[in-house]
């Protein structure tokens, strides 16, 4: 034993040696504790200099990496900013400077722009490859590189843990433990990070000011739990979540240069991050841009359309010359359709966008009262976070392993329903998914549309639409674009394989319908029905099939989609800005001003 004098008995802490706890007035002010392993702090956590051994400071700087916790959002925390008093302040600040000071302020902006849609280019890259290592080992590993991807490892080299008990429990163990420490993490060091972030950013591009939501800390746990969470199987995705990736990003560059200290500069950075980040995510500058100014940005002047429109073309070009998925398309959902739509297959097409839009309507009423339920402060005490995580990630693999289309991730499945059957089956893992799951035939041609493979669609629809419904809400990082374009292509798949048996039967059109076509447009009914996105959601899905002669049935499925779900509801994000009480100003399109005349 030894002892050491510590002065200041003004100072509150506590020390614990030998299993006792000592105070300041023990044994006249003089603290004991071993050399075999001391642990002495004040009460607000901090330590005495010199007190600590050097694996106490390792242990407890992985523990706490950050002294500062951080907190979600709350009346107490927000505050609104003026924004148009803050540019007007920028205004008479820039004018104030020489010629070359301004000339070297505008061109921070683009430069910014570009930087940023680099940035998301690379986060995206990294949750791509962390994704694909991580979910290949549920299924498998390949004996050349464990962490290797299926589709990237030779057929011969991968070695399968089979569909017995033995691949049941690695998929549903890895699973669970991937999605669980997602959202121990989230919970410990980040709560900000969780969910897709989407409301918080429309809230601050709206004025407000949200602490702890866009800092380079929340980035840092966003990125790899999103990765886990993905991996781990559970019904979500992490293009929504690229959007709060996006702005991070932008919010840390803002911090290096003084004129974007200004809150409405900062923001005009933000809406151009939003369209690198949705550009990085669908490989679509143009419906990028669109989404920014669409959904999430209520202020967007033509300039900071510009500086979007820069932010999307650098991260879009850094994603072809990448080329990513080895198949020279800039996405995993690129298709090339050859059918052409006949207008009597419109009004299939319109009953794909009433059902995108009673399906969205349904989707966001019940996972808004069950996030309610799980907001209340029982539910907070008897399951927490990290606990909830992972009972809803074991039921989600458990009810995705018995049918081929839920097991593997959201994202193969769906450019396996998107896309036609291919004449060389079974050579790619879209191939071998068309196949096992009745799709296509081992031939490569379109499956005969029999009452097995309709009720596989359903069920499958069915069983994502639960599973999103309980999982969107959860302390992980997930985005809920990929689960519904799951569930719209089941739905729009089944209709499209009815379609084209019936028309073998009676010959209703002139051309053979293109299931993939069918499953693409309802698609982005369901999506469109969720997340209230018109003009945006059309351009991304035209620049995914590369072609025009589509553009009338997704106009058509997503305006009868938003009609049908704003009858019904509001749109998810803003049900979840009301949920959380954020300030928000919405657009009252009802209201105008009128000015009086006073006499």
Not at 325 to 334: A, D, E, M, R, V
Not at 345 to 359: K, Q, R, S
Not at 412 to 431: N, Y
């Amino acid at each position: 034993m030894t002892t050491s004098s510590l002065a200041g008995d003004e100072h509150d802490f506590k020390a614990t040696t030998l299993g006792r706890s000592v105070s300041p007035s023990d044994e006249g002010g003089l603290l004991h504790y071993s050399d075999a392993g001391p642990r002495l702090r004040y009460s607000n956590g901090t330590y005495p200099r010199g007190v600590k051994s050097w694996w106490a400071v390792v242990i407890d700087r992985i523990q706490h990496p950050w002294r500062r916790k951080q907190h979600l959002p709350s009346w107490d925390s927000v505050h609104t900013v003026e924004l148009n008093e803050e540019g007007q302040l920028h205004k008479a600040k820039h004018h104030s400077r020489s010629c070359l000071i301004r000339w070297w302020f505008a061109m921070q902006g683009w430069m910014l722009a570009a930087i940023a849609g680099f940035l998301c280019f690379v986060s995206y890259i990294c949750i791509e490859l962390g994704v694909g290592a991580l979910s290949s080992i549920r299924f498998g590993f390949c004996t050349v590189k464990p962490f290797r991807p299926q589709d990237l490892c030779p057929v011969e080299r991968w070695l399968s843990w089979g569909d017995g008990f033995v691949g049941f429990s690695a998929s549903v163990g890895l699973g669970t433990v991937m999605a669980s420490l997602s959202a121990w993490l989230v919970n410990h060091y980040a709560p900000a990070a969780s969910g897709s972030g989407i409301p918080e950013v429309k809230t601050i591009l709206n004025g407000c000011v949200l602490p702890d939501v866009v800092t380079l800390r929340t980035l840092c746990i966003k990125v790899p739990c999103l990765v886990l969470a993905v991996a781990s199987g559970m019904a979500l995705g992490h293009e929504g979540p690229m959007v709060h990736v996006a702005v991070c990003w932008a919010q840390f560059l803002s911090t290096l240069f003084p004129q974007y200290q200004n809150e409405g500069k900062r923001r005009e950075l933000f809406s151009a991050a939003v369209a690198g980040g949705i550009s990085s995510a669908f490989g679509t500058p143009v419906g990028g841009v669109l989404f920014s100014l669409e959904e999430v940005s209520s202020r967007f002047p033509s300039r900071t359309l510009l500086l979007a429109f820069i932010a999307s073309v650098v991260a879009t070009l850094a994603l072809s010359i990448s080329n990513l998925f080895g198949t020279g398309h800039l996405t995993l959902f690129s298709v090339k359709y050859t059918a052409i739509c006949h207008p009597s297959e419109y009004v299939m097409f319109a009953l794909l966008g009433i059902a995108g839009g009673l399906v969205g309507a349904a989707f966001n009423s019940i996972n808004i009262r069950w996030n309610a339920i799980r907001m209340t402060s029982n539910y907070k005490e008897r399951i927490g976070p990290v606990l909830e995580t992972s009972i809803v990630a074991v039921l989600t693999l458990v009810s995705s392993w018995p049918l081929a289309l839920t097991r593997p991730l959201n994202q193969l499945t769906i450019h396996a329903m998107f896309d036609t059957c291919s004449p060389e089956p079974g050579e790619t893992v879209r191939g071998q998914i068309q196949t096992q799951t009745g799709l296509c035939t081992h031939e490569g041609y379109f499956s005969e549309a029999d009452a097995a493979l309709l009720a596989c669609l359903g069920l499958a629809a069915v069983i994502r639409f639960f599973q999103t419904s309980v999982t969107i809400g959860t302390a992980c990082p997930a985005g809920l674009f990929v689960p519904s374009l799951f569930i719209g292509a089941c739905l729009g798949r089944c209709v499209g394989g009815s379609v084209r048996a019936i028309n073998a039967a009676h010959h209703f059109f002139v051309h053979s319908p293109d299931p993939g076509v069918y499953s693409m447009v309802g698609a982005a009914a369901v999506l469109g029905g969720v997340c209230r996105i018109t003009i945006s959601l059309v351009v991304i899905m035209l620049e995914l099939t590369g072609g025009l002669d589509y553009v009338v049935p997704f106009m058509l499925s997503v305006l009868l989609a938003k009609a049908v779900g704003d009858a019904l509801n509001d749109g998810i994000y803003d049900q979840y800005i009301v949920l959380k009480e954020y300030p928000f100003l919405h657009e009252e399109l009802d209201v105008s001003c009128l000015s009086t005349v006073m006499t």
